[in-house]
């Protein structure tokens, strides 16, 4: 089956930044060919959508809550999230799925923890 692979997380202080990478299984050939996202889920809250790009990655969108902080991208069968400026409730376990239904299995994710 499809699965996604996330890392870049870690503990990072406020204002401090952040680079997530997610990757596809070697099966999923088509990954380069879907619309792609990357969400979030903090400890007692749902999961929240927070970016997506777009096929070619000309387009990119973003939830308020990050706008101007984080960059979306992808290149080359892999998605990136930079994450500027971070803020403590941005941490989360910060996951990437195909956008904007989450329609695959989703991966183990990656944790983000923004604290002094």
């Known amino acids: 089956q499809v699965q996604f692979v996330e890392s870049g997380g870690g503990l990072v202080q406020p204002g401090g ?3 997530l990478s997610c990757a596809a299984s070697r099966n999923f050939f088509t990954f380069n060919l879907i ?5 979030r889920q903090a400890p007692g809250k749902q999961r929240e959508w927070v970016a997506t790009v777009s ?4 387009n990119t969108y973003y939830t308020d809550s990050v706008l101007g902080r984080f960059t979306i991208s992808r290149d080359n ?3 990136y999230l930079q994450m500027d ?8 376990a910060y996951y990437c799925n195909r956008a904007p239904d989450g329609w695959y299995v989703w991966g183990q994710g990656t ?6």
């Open 85 to 92: 400026n971070l803020k403590p409730e941005d941490t989360a």
């Open 55 to 58: 096929i070619n990655g000309a």
């Open 77 to 79: 069968g892999t998605v």
């Open 35 to 39: 619309v792609m996202g990357w969400y």
């Open 111 to 116: 944790q983000v923890t923004v604290s002094s």
């Open 17 to 19: 930044s952040l680079r």
